[in-house]
């Protein structure tokens, strides 16, 4: 039995609406992963990287094209059918951390337990995933007490605590000196291998572009090497 790709991308398109005019920020962009595999999405500021990652994630949609997830051809589902497959299968993590600032490391780690289908155990499954961000000593501090290496790690354990098929990360090391940023990189790969999940990356950095087993290089809205 084949195993569906973990994404498949075929010929996307985004344009947006700038007075009066519409502007293409990708250009029939077509590529697949595998499952388990790391991608890196590289290239500089105003190529589409941010735009494709968003429609990755369901937060965004193609102005044409098609893009399955795990096989779901996620271009045809309705809100709340994207809303439930964006909060069981896709885990994202953003470079500015996004946790709430009111709530402790364990409260913003329960959050995504608590959309959709509320889950009784989210208390204990908040707490592994943070024991696996090597944070049990942390459940109670909020984001402010926390480094910003903590709070990131706190943002993956948010992302993996549904145990998704996929993390999708934007920058998730720019906010970060490059000591922590290896440690968060070399975290990811670790839980990777151990929850076997796909993991797409949008980066600037050399160093992070390095951890991923291929590169998608992009330039104005176009893939510029063999994605197949």
Same mark, same amino acid.
């Given at each position: %039995?084949?195993?569906?790709?973990?994404?498949? $991308? /075929?010929?996307?398109?985004?344009?947006? #609406?700038?007075?009066?005019?519409? /502007?293409?920020?990708?250009?029939?962009?077509?590529?697949?992963?595998?499952? &388990?595999?790391?991608?890196?999405? @590289?290239?500089?500021?105003?190529?589409?990287?941010? @735009?494709?990652?968003? /429609?990755?994630?369901?937060?965004?949609? #193609?102005?044409?094209?098609? !893009?399955?997830?795990?096989?779901?051809?996620?271009?045809?589902?309705?809100?709340?059918? %994207?809303? =439930?497959?964006?909060? +069981?299968? !896709?885990?994202?993590?953003?470079?500015?951390?996004?946790?709430?600032?009111?709530?402790?490391?364990?409260?913003?780690?329960?959050? #995504?337990?608590?959309?959709?289908?509320?889950?009784? *155990?989210?208390?204990?499954?908040?707490? +592994?995933?943070?024991?696996?961000? &090597?944070?049990?000593?942390?459940?109670?501090?909020?984001?402010?007490?926390?480094?910003?290496?903590?709070?990131?790690?706190?943002? !993956?354990?948010?992302?993996?605590?549904? =145990?998704?098929?996929?993390?999708?990360?934007?920058?998730?090391?720019? *906010?970060?000196?490059?000591? @922590? &940023?290896?440690?968060?990189?070399?975290? !990811?790969?670790?839980?990777?291998?151990?929850?076997?999940?796909?993991?797409?990356?949008?980066?600037?950095?050399?160093?992070?572009? $390095?951890?991923?087993?291929? *590169?998608?290089?992009?330039?104005? &809205?176009?893939?510029?090497?063999?994605?197949?």
């Amino acid at each position: %039995m084949t195993h569906p790709n973990a994404i498949e $991308a /075929i010929d996307l398109t985004r344009s947006l #609406p700038l007075g009066g005019e519409s /502007i293409p920020i990708l250009k029939g962009v077509s590529f697949t992963v595998d499952p &388990g595999e790391w991608i890196a999405l @590289t290239g500089p500021s105003g190529s589409g990287k941010s @735009t494709l990652l968003g /429609i990755l994630a369901g937060l965004d949609s #193609p102005t044409s094209g098609r !893009i399955l997830v795990g096989g779901v051809d996620v271009t045809r589902l309705g809100e709340r059918a %994207m809303a =439930r497959l964006r909060n +069981e299968k !896709i885990g994202v993590v953003f470079q500015s951390f996004n946790l709430i600032p009111s709530l402790t490391a364990q409260e913003n780690v329960e959050a #995504p337990l608590h959309v959709g289908s509320s889950r009784s *155990n989210a208390r204990d499954a908040a707490r +592994e995933v943070l024991g696996l961000v &090597g944070l049990s000593d942390r459940l109670g501090h909020r984001p402010h007490q926390l480094s910003g290496g903590q709070q990131q790690r706190v943002a !993956i354990a948010r992302a993996l605590v549904t =145990r998704p098929a996929l993390l999708i990360a934007d920058e998730p090391t720019g *906010n970060l000196d490059s000591t @922590t &940023g290896a440690q968060v990189l070399d975290l !990811i790969e670790s839980l990777r291998r151990d929850l076997k999940f796909t993991v797409v990356v949008a980066t600037h950095d050399p160093e992070v572009a $390095a951890h991923a087993d291929r *590169n998608l290089h992009m330039i104005d &809205g176009l893939l510029t090497e063999p994605a197949r």
